[in-house]
C-alpha cells in the first residue's frame, strides 16, 4: 500500500515552489490517493494537471496499481488547515460550535489556537426604547469550533 508520507514527500516541493498547501492527502487501502491543496491567492488547474504528473512520475505502477485524485479547496468545504484560515481573514464565513450554535461573521483574525469573529447584534441600549445593532469582535477557541467554512456571496 502507498503510504500517505511518501506522497507529501513527492509534492512538498512543487507545492512552495507554487505557493501552493496541501490541504489534506488521503490514501486508501485500495491505494485510491486523493489529494487536495490551496493557495492565499487563486489555484488555477495547470498547478491540478503539473502536480498529478508530479505524483504519478514518482510512483511506480509496475509496483502498485492506483487511482489518483487531484483537486483544490473547495468553497463549500469546511477548513482543515490553519492557513485557510488565515487565507479568509477580512471575509465572511459560517463556523459550526460544538454546542451546535451558528454564526455567520468576518473572520478578523487567526491565531494557531483561536480566531477573532466580527458580526452585528441586538442590544439593549441604556435609556432607549428599541434595541440597537452593534458590532461584536470576539475571540472563540478553535477547540470550541466543529467547523468553519467561507460563505459564498453573489451579491
Excluded: H, W
Excluded at 504519478?56 to 489518483?68: C, I, M, N, P, V
Aim: with cysteine; proline share 2%.
Amino acid at each position: 500500500m502507498i503510504q500517505k508520507e511518501t506522497i507529501v514527500k513527492l509534492i512538498e516541493k512543487y507545492l512552495s515552489d507554487n505557493s501552493l498547501f496541501l490541504v489534506d492527502a488521503v490514501v486508501s487501502p485500495d491505494n485510491d490517493i486523493e489529494v487536495t491543496f490551496d493557495s492565499m491567492d487563486k489555484v488555477d488547474l495547470k498547478n491540478c494537471i503539473e502536480l498529478s504528473k508530479t505524483i504519478e512520475a514518482g510512483l511506480d505502477r509496475e509496483l502498485e496499481d492506483f487511482s489518483l485524485t487531484v483537486t483544490s479547496a473547495g468553497l463549500d468545504q469546511p477548513f482543515k488547515v490553519f492557513r485557510q484560515y488565515q487565507k479568509f481573514i477580512g471575509k465572511e464565513v459560517e463556523v459550526v460550535f460544538k454546542s451546535g450554535n451558528k454564526q455567520k461573521a468576518v473572520l478578523t483574525d487567526a491565531r494557531e489556537d483561536s480566531i477573532e469573529l466580527s458580526f452585528f447584534k441586538n442590544e439593549k441600549v441604556e435609556g432607549k426604547k428599541k434595541k440597537e445593532k452593534i458590532e461584536v469582535r470576539q475571540f472563540y477557541s478553535l477547540n470550541e469550533i466543529k467547523s468553519t467554512k467561507p460563505v459564498i456571496n453573489f451579491k
